[in-house]
């Protein structure tokens, strides 16, 4: 177990002791600066290069309170300077006037600027009701990304991908070029057309989950884990998750924290800022 030392100890009691600054330079060009006299130079290196790594974050100039909250010790393991880095994060955006706000990466959610008239979201942008379809807020950059979808309750239903010129009020989708996606009687259509299907005794029910991976070439479905192997392909452009519902249907969107582990090689939608 990692502790203070006495010298980290004794500037963590004094944060107005005069010391020293340590800066960084980030990939926006945003400066960072933080006293460090006498606080286990080592970690201030190590701290530099967290910071170099996670560029473009917009940090201000952290305060003592940054002192405070943040345990700098000697020859901690790297999940201490994991905590450590996150501590420091969740501490520097109280600057004064003219600092640059911390600013903390979206959530990946329903996007209610892009969903139906008479769509109903809820649950901070994971549950859909009402009717029509809805998008993600972010777009399917990365090579490999994965999502679920819970049914909550059943109905008219489809879940896939899509683009931003796909109609969301003209359910089901899957009619035109703009979309791709399983709908509730297990078809999988793109531009009208049936391109999969899943096998009939494997149709997903009330409180099953339905995974999606998508390697911008075909799209594959997982009913409770399990490869339904109907690989489905033919959208083009920049695509989103979409879901659309009717009839009764609550669809819950799992975008991380998945009910079960992503495919090999896929992994949680990125924002395109968090893909290095």
Known sequence: MCSPSASCRHHLRRPDKPVARATAYLSRCDWIQWASGGLCSSYIGRSVSLLRQRGGLGLSPPSARWLRCCDFVSGCSGTRMAAM???????????????????????????????????????????????????????????????????????????????????????????????????????????????????????????????????????????????????????????YPVVYVDDSAILDCQFSDFYHAAPQGFEKILFEQQIF
């Open 85 to 239: 880095f996150t501590c420091c994060l969740g501490c520097c955006g109280d600057g004064g006037t003219g600092h640059i706000p911390l600013k903390e990466m979206p959530t990946v959610q329903l996007d209610t600027h892009h969903m139906g008239t008479d769509v109903v979201i809820v649950k901070s942008g994971r549950r859909i009701c009402g009717t029509g379809g809805c998008l993600a807020n972010a777009p399917l950059h990365q090579n490999k990304s994965y999502f679920e979808f819970k049914i909550q309750s059943t109905g008219v239903w489809g879940v896939g991908v899509a683009t931003q010129k796909v109609n969301l009020n003209q359910v089901p989708l899957g009619r035109d070029i703009n979309s791709l996606v399983l709908r509730h009687d297990g078809s999988v259509y793109h531009n009208n057309e049936e391109k999969s299907c899943l096998p009939a005794n494997s149709l997903p029910q009330e409180g099953d989950i339905v995974g999606i991976t998508y390697d911008h070439v075909e799209l594959n479905l997982y009913l409770n884990g399990k490869n339904m192997h109907c690989p489905a392909s033919g959208i083009r452009g920049t695509v």
